[in-house]
């Protein structure tokens, strides 16, 4: 429960008692529907909304039910947040060219990083993550030099002074001091410039990004769904002078409250390379402003202090401005009336000015919705919206026509807003479930026909909770898979790994664990062990390192490296069947999930014939009539634990489907293929009657027939089984 958010349970309550009677005093639901409703959130223990059939219900209410019914809270994963994260240990991993002492220090920002709810509709278009180098400081003109630093930093540091423009919120960094640690006391000692360099703000990870404001897009092509935009700062690590007055100005109703100030500044800011939009075009000032980021703050203050409430209100108002089109610009000049940065602007202040109450009395989120948007109709009418943070510093100017954008805030009512949310937003939502459910969409010209797909709508949302999760867990296995082999891993990018899935889920981090593994066992098998293996190896197994270091070590020295490689795929697989165990208590309702798959293929690669048959064919008969089940993705360090045929088969593939290599789920094969594949090898090396392989065959045909076309790999492995079966019976008969 976040900041004791008691009225919000009150109006997002489950109904202990009758099923019939009221759930709540402002919106009640179908007697038809209500048990069902409340046995699936009874037993998902997730809060239940009810919605009202009746001529005289309020639209927003209905809207309102509908928002805090399908916005998701946590824990509920998705593929962005994996997407953020695997990014982040991507940027790790750079450096500038010819420095390569130099470490980039990367941050999810933005909407992945502020937002906790997860609602029906996309509210973000892409991903933001900011990095500093550790060997770039910025501290406030006059400060001192720090004597001491967070170990992130190098032992070599430039440090700049901010100074401060014309323009609130924009500055100048001037190079002053060069830090340099001490080896005895860890300690830096600084040596003073005689003159000033003013830093410049034009660079690239590399010539292939492309630039837009402070942001390089990334590589879309490691990341198929959403875009990367990668912000280049330098980190300060003082509260700026600039926003001095921002933790000790008088606040009346407790928001933020002094905790939460404390770890605000205590984060600092950062300063991102953008100027002014009236100096972009100026020779000295365009390529040397630079803007303070207040983006630490945010996120500590939007993803960790609003409640539900608040973040589906930011959502909603983003929403409608971005669909509305408010934040488009008119003409060429680059002048957009309204961003996301100006309505979370107007959160952030309503947080603050608005006591508790406003936001939970008579509960109806469209009502907030509507009062906020007036409020930043007046902001555009008297063409000021102040800066959250920075005194005097006001986020719009005089570069685009306000006047039309306040009159269409302005005018907005709460029937008005209540009906384009229910046309532009649930019938949306509406596209997104099954057809008996969109074609109802299609009548929403009437209260209870609003309400009937509404309720349909929240229904199918319940039902799918976990399928979404099961989603998410078969893209995170494909995308992890492929992004540690597609781009360089060292120990810090493995340690970003682990500490960025775990904050998501922590078996995401088990699985990356097994591939790290098998990843470094690939390496072992083709170079040795090298330092930077031994780095890797300690930071995946942790406080168990001094275990295993001496059989490592032992290896190390020896010219033959198979005792480690097999040391390093035996601790792998075990990490995957945790894995498994892990997935399918949650997931076996949704999922037929056998938890020994990654053993038998390890027991058949040890030769360990009986035990592979036995697990396999366990495996086959649990799975042979199962409608869903994992796959195991066929790429770069999964092969190391397949044999030739396998092998070479997925070559094949690969040839076949070029789009295979980069990203694509047909470089993979289902559990049941893998189990019917080591099953019949082992009947065949174990010399097995007739009849056995016979059955085999069966099995082999009935499931070739449910794969499409598109499952290249399987059909193709399937063909394989029964050629060799087919082969083998017609030999010994």
Request: one cysteine or more.
């Given at each position: 429960m976040r900041n004791g958010e008691i009225p919000y349970e009150k109006f997002i309550r489950v109904q202990t008692k009758s099923p019939r009677s009221q759930l709540s005093a402002l919106i009640r639901v179908l007697p038809t529907q209500c048990l069902t409703i409340i046995e699936r959130q009874q037993r998902r223990e997730i809060p239940a909304v009810s919605i009202m059939a009746d001529e005289c219900c309020d639209i927003s209410e209905t809207v309102t039910a509908f928002l805090f019914n399908t916005c998701r809270l946590p824990p509920c994963p998705d593929r962005h947040d994996v997407q953020a994260a695997v990014m982040c240990a991507v940027v790790t991993?750079?450096?500038?060219?010819?420095?390569?002492?130099?470490?980039?220090?990367?941050?999810?920002?933005g909407s992945v990083a502020e937002f906790y709810i997860k609602p029906m509709l996309p509210h973000f278009g892409d991903i933001d993550v900011m990095y500093h180098l550790n060997t770039r400081l910025a501290i406030p003109r006059g400060h001192p030099p720090p004597t001491q630093l967070p170990a992130e930093f190098h032992n070599y540091v430039y440090a700049y002074e901010i100074i401060g423009s014309r323009l609130p919120g924009y500055v100048y960094l001037a190079l002053s001091y060069l830090l340099k640690q001490r080896s005895d006391n860890g300690k830096y000692n600084y040596i003073e410039y005689d003159e000033e360099y003013f830093a410049y703000t034009l660079y690239a990870l590399d010539d292939d990004r492309h630039c837009h404001g402070p942001a390089f897009l990334a590589d879309t092509e490691s990341t198929p769904y959403l875009s990367v935009d990668v912000v280049r700062c330098v980190r300060c690590l003082s509260w700026p002078p600039q926003a001095a007055d921002w933790p000790t100005r008088h606040r009346n109703y407790g928001w933020p409250n002094s905790a939460i100030l404390d770890r605000v500044v205590s984060n600092g800011c950062d300063v991102v390379g953008v100027a002014h939009r009236q100096c972009r075009q100026h020779e000295w000032m365009g390529k040397r402003q630079w803007r303070l980021s207040?983006?630490?703050?945010?996120i500590v203050l939007i993803n960790n202090n609003w409640t539900p409430l608040q973040q589906i209100v930011y959502h909603m108002l983003r929403v409608y401005v971005k669909t509305k089109r408010l934040t488009e610009s008119a003409d060429d000049s680059g002048a957009c009336p309204l961003s996301n940065y100006h309505i979370k602007t107007l959160m952030l202040w309503a947080c603050e000015l608005k006591p508790a109450s406003w936001w939970t009395d008579n509960l109806n989120l469209v009502r907030i919705c509507v009062k906020l948007l007036n409020n930043l109709s007046v902001w555009l009418t008297d063409a000021r919206c102040p800066h959250y943070f920075i005194d005097n510093c006001n986020l719009l100017d005089n570069s685009f026509n306000k006047e039309s954008v306040a009159c269409i805030l302005l005018s907005i009512d709460k029937t008005y807003l209540s009906t384009w949310f229910v046309d532009h937003y649930v019938k949306q939502c509406a596209q997104l479930c099954p057809r008996y459910i969109s074609r109802l969409s299609g009548d929403v010209s009437t209260k209870l026909g609003i309400q009937k797909v509404v309720s349909e709508i929240v229904r199918w949302r319940l039902d799918t909770s976990l399928a979404v999760l099961w989603d998410v867990v078969f893209f995170t296995e494909f995308y992890i898979s492929s992004e540690v082999s597609r781009h360089s891993f060292t120990a810090r990018s493995c340690a970003c790994y682990k500490n960025e899935l775990t904050k998501i889920d922590k078996r995401f981090s088990v699985y990356f664990s097994a591939i790290a593994l098998l990843h470094v066992a690939c390496k072992v098998s083709r170079n040795g062990i090298s330092?930077?293996?031994?780095?890797?190896?300690?930071?995946?197994?942790?406080?168990?390192?001094?275990?295993?270091?001496?059989?490592?070590?032992?290896?190390?020295?020896?010219p033959n490296t198979s005792e480690m490689v097999e040391f390093l795929q035996k601790s792998a697989v075990e990490h995957l069947t945790t894995y498994r165990q892990l997935i399918e208590r949650e997931l076996g309702s949704v999922a037929t999930i056998v938890t020994t798959d990654f053993e038998a293929l390890y027991a058949y690669k040890r030769g360990e014939y009986q035990q592979c048959l036995q697990l396999s064919t366990q495996n086959v008969e649990v799975l042979l009539h199962a409608e869903d089940m994992p796959s195991v993705p066929i790429l770069s360090y999964i092969i190391q634990l397949l044999d030739n045929d396998i092998v070479s088969l997925t070559a094949l593939t690969l040839i076949v489907n070029p789009r295979c290599r980069d990203w694509n789920y047909s470089a993979s094969i289902t559990q049941l293929t893998l189990s019917l594949y080591l099953m019949a090898q082992c009947q065949l090396k174990l010399h097995h009657s007739v009849t056995s392989l016979a059955q085999t065959l069966d099995y082999v045909k009935d499931t070739h027939k449910r794969y499409p076309p598109e499952c290249m790999l399987d059909k193709w492995t399937l063909k394989l089984i029964a050629r060799k079966a087919f082969l083998t019976i017609c030999t010994n008969i």
């Amino acid at each position: 429960m976040r900041n004791g958010e008691i009225p919000y349970e009150k109006f997002i309550r489950v109904q202990t008692k009758s099923p019939r009677s009221q759930l709540s005093a402002l919106i009640r639901v179908l007697p038809t529907q209500c048990l069902t409703i409340i046995e699936r959130q009874q037993r998902r223990e997730i809060p239940a909304v009810s919605i009202m059939a009746d001529e005289c219900c309020d639209i927003s209410e209905t809207v309102t039910a509908f928002l805090f019914n399908t916005c998701r809270l946590p824990p509920c994963p998705d593929r962005h947040d994996v997407q953020a994260a695997v990014m982040c240990a991507v940027v790790t991993d750079n450096h500038p060219p010819g420095e390569e002492e130099v470490k980039f220090i990367p941050l999810t920002t933005g909407s992945v990083a502020e937002f906790y709810i997860k609602p029906m509709l996309p509210h973000f278009g892409d991903i933001d993550v900011m990095y500093h180098l550790n060997t770039r400081l910025a501290i406030p003109r006059g400060h001192p030099p720090p004597t001491q630093l967070p170990a992130e930093f190098h032992n070599y540091v430039y440090a700049y002074e901010i100074i401060g423009s014309r323009l609130p919120g924009y500055v100048y960094l001037a190079l002053s001091y060069l830090l340099k640690q001490r080896s005895d006391n860890g300690k830096y000692n600084y040596i003073e410039y005689d003159e000033e360099y003013f830093a410049y703000t034009l660079y690239a990870l590399d010539d292939d990004r492309h630039c837009h404001g402070p942001a390089f897009l990334a590589d879309t092509e490691s990341t198929p769904y959403l875009s990367v935009d990668v912000v280049r700062c330098v980190r300060c690590l003082s509260w700026p002078p600039q926003a001095a007055d921002w933790p000790t100005r008088h606040r009346n109703y407790g928001w933020p409250n002094s905790a939460i100030l404390d770890r605000v500044v205590s984060n600092g800011c950062d300063v991102v390379g953008v100027a002014h939009r009236q100096c972009r075009q100026h020779e000295w000032m365009g390529k040397r402003q630079w803007r303070l980021s207040f983006s630490r703050a945010e996120i500590v203050l939007i993803n960790n202090n609003w409640t539900p409430l608040q973040q589906i209100v930011y959502h909603m108002l983003r929403v409608y401005v971005k669909t509305k089109r408010l934040t488009e610009s008119a003409d060429d000049s680059g002048a957009c009336p309204l961003s996301n940065y100006h309505i979370k602007t107007l959160m952030l202040w309503a947080c603050e000015l608005k006591p508790a109450s406003w936001w939970t009395d008579n509960l109806n989120l469209v009502r907030i919705c509507v009062k906020l948007l007036n409020n930043l109709s007046v902001w555009l009418t008297d063409a000021r919206c102040p800066h959250y943070f920075i005194d005097n510093c006001n986020l719009l100017d005089n570069s685009f026509n306000k006047e039309s954008v306040a009159c269409i805030l302005l005018s907005i009512d709460k029937t008005y807003l209540s009906t384009w949310f229910v046309d532009h937003y649930v019938k949306q939502c509406a596209q997104l479930c099954p057809r008996y459910i969109s074609r109802l969409s299609g009548d929403v010209s009437t209260k209870l026909g609003i309400q009937k797909v509404v309720s349909e709508i929240v229904r199918w949302r319940l039902d799918t909770s976990l399928a979404v999760l099961w989603d998410v867990v078969f893209f995170t296995e494909f995308y992890i898979s492929s992004e540690v082999s597609r781009h360089s891993f060292t120990a810090r990018s493995c340690a970003c790994y682990k500490n960025e899935l775990t904050k998501i889920d922590k078996r995401f981090s088990v699985y990356f664990s097994a591939i790290a593994l098998l990843h470094v066992a690939c390496k072992v098998s083709r170079n040795g062990i090298s330092d930077e293996l031994m780095y890797i190896l300690s930071t995946l197994f942790g406080r168990n390192f001094n275990e295993c270091y001496s059989e490592m070590s032992r290896c190390r020295t020896e010219p033959n490296t198979s005792e480690m490689v097999e040391f390093l795929q035996k601790s792998a697989v075990e990490h995957l069947t945790t894995y498994r165990q892990l997935i399918e208590r949650e997931l076996g309702s949704v999922a037929t999930i056998v938890t020994t798959d990654f053993e038998a293929l390890y027991a058949y690669k040890r030769g360990e014939y009986q035990q592979c048959l036995q697990l396999s064919t366990q495996n086959v008969e649990v799975l042979l009539h199962a409608e869903d089940m994992p796959s195991v993705p066929i790429l770069s360090y999964i092969i190391q634990l397949l044999d030739n045929d396998i092998v070479s088969l997925t070559a094949l593939t690969l040839i076949v489907n070029p789009r295979c290599r980069d990203w694509n789920y047909s470089a993979s094969i289902t559990q049941l293929t893998l189990s019917l594949y080591l099953m019949a090898q082992c009947q065949l090396k174990l010399h097995h009657s007739v009849t056995s392989l016979a059955q085999t065959l069966d099995y082999v045909k009935d499931t070739h027939k449910r794969y499409p076309p598109e499952c290249m790999l399987d059909k193709w492995t399937l063909k394989l089984i029964a050629r060799k079966a087919f082969l083998t019976i017609c030999t010994n008969i």
